[in-house]
């Protein structure tokens, strides 16, 4: 079978790897879900059966997601206007096999309303929360603007710091290629420490 070139592209990757964690009826979440892109492609893995929870701050990011979801026909999502950080309303603590960050701005919205640090870690801290073990959790980083830079350094600080027995952090970096392409962190926890 012809596989498509996964490396060149840092956010397909992100979402192949994710979407290798998840079966039909699972609970998943997008913690910010802009565009509606991974929202429809984390809803299309948990099918009908499942059920996607989706956050953003910005109505226009909700609009965006609720019309790409209606042109999918996808009716397995929430979509809350709300912050990551209310995940843990909406979401039992060990339930979701996977929580995606997608940080940064909207895109095609507007470049004031970003993610930030502050917000981010704190969000973080709730996709621990909800993640299953042998849950991933997955964060597409951007440092091309001063708050994303700020942002990806204490996030990858906060992953160094994770208890290697309860958690396993990777990080991928397109290393030869120009103009800030984006990085990833996937954070897995460990069934029984393993
Ligand atoms: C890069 S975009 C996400 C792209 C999206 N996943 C897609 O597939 O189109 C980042 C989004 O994070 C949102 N955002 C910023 N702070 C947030 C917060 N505290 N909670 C939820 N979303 C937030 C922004 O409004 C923006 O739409």
Known sequence: ?????????????????????????DIVIDATCGAGQDTVALANAAG?????????IQEE?????????????????QVHKESFASMNEYV???S???????LGYLPGGKHGITTTAVETLEGLACALRTLRPGGIL???MYDGHDEGRAEKQRVMEWAEA?????YHAAYVNMLNQRNHP???LWVTKKINGA
């Open 61 to 77: 990011a909700v609009r965006r997601t609720e019309e790409r979801l209606r042109e999918h026909g996808l009716s397995n999502v």
């Open 48 to 56: 009908k059966d499942g059920c996607v929870y989706a956050f953003d």
């Open 92 to 94: 039992s603590d060990g």
């Open 1 to 25: 079978m012809k596989k498509s070139n996964l490396i060149v592209k840092t956010t397909a990757l992100a979402m192949s790897v994710t979407l290798s964690y998840i079966d039909k009826g």
């Open 162 to 166: 994770l208890d290697p027995k309860q």
């Open 182 to 184: 984006p990085e990833i």
């Open 96 to 102: 979701a096999s996977a929580v995606v960050f997608n």
């Open 138 to 140: 997955t964060v597409v």
